[in-house]
């Protein structure tokens, strides 16, 4: 069946201007995560969903990140006044348990 | 807290020849622990997972890891590597939540 997808691949944004990266997860899929990968930093959690739960907010950087998950299904991770250390590429998991994760390609944000 | 180390940055190894990426865990709880490839400028994919029971476990791709809970430790190992596994190796263990908590990963360079 079909994975993880994310979408768009590529971002280019300027400095200040708000973005939406979106997710779609495998259907059927309860929990959904996303990360941040970036030179710095490594991989980081940034938030996670479980089902009709509040999410787990404990990742995110700062209050300019925030994510909504519509439906159980589709997640939107949104970026408000894009900073350069916000380049990286924003990854999206999904898993049917807690312990087993499958991740999309990615979305490669560079703010410039 | 929970955290990981992958004590090697870069591991080179000429085809044919065995591999061993290292990783070691910090946790006060019992984990699962795990370990991703990424090929350029692709997502995560999972090789292995330690959940309980053999402390042997056999993964994609010929891999196989080791969990060793006294020296907390989860050693990736192939007795063979090809030019194909050249890529990143991230190490991971499972947080509170299900979220991963990420090592810094190892590049491996395979060359012939």
């Known amino acids: 069946g079909a994975g993880v997808s994310q979408s768009p691949s590529n971002k280019v944004t300027e400095k200040g201007k708000d973005v939406e990266l979106r997710c779609d997860p495998i259907?059927?899929?309860?929990?959904l995560y996303w990360y941040r990968q970036s030179l710095g930093q490594g991989l980081e959690f940034l938030i996670y969903?479980?089902?009709?739960?509040?999410?787990?907010k404990s990742g995110l950087p700062s209050d300019r990140f925030s994510a909504e998950r519509t439906g159980g299904s589709v997640s939107t991770l949104t970026i408000q006044r894009t900073q350069q250390e916000d380049s990286a590429v924003y990854l999206c998991a999904s898993s049917p348990i807690s312990n087993e994760q499958y991740f999309g390609p990615g979305t490669r944000l560079t703010v410039t | 807290a929970q955290s990981v180390t992958q004590l090697d940055s870069q591991v080179p190894v000429f085809e044919e020849a065995p591999v061993e990426l290292r990783c070691n865990y910090s946790?006060?709880?019992?984990?699962?622990l795990f370990w991703y490839v990424q090929y350029p400028n692709q997502g995560l994919q999972l090789l292995l997972k330690y959940l309980s029971g053999s402390t042997l476990v056999k993964g994609i791709n010929g891999f196989e890891a080791e969990f060793n809970k006294s020296q907390t430790s989860f050693h990736l190992r192939k007795p063979s590597v090809h030019i194909s596994d050249t890529a990143e190796y991230f190490c991971a263990v499972s947080g509170s939540q299900g979220n991963l908590i990420f090592g810094k990963g190892t590049k491996l360079s395979v060359k012939p």
């Open positions: 969903f479980q089902g009709n739960s509040a999410p787990d």
């Open positions: 259907s059927g899929h309860t929990a």
């Open positions: 946790s006060s709880v019992s984990v699962y």
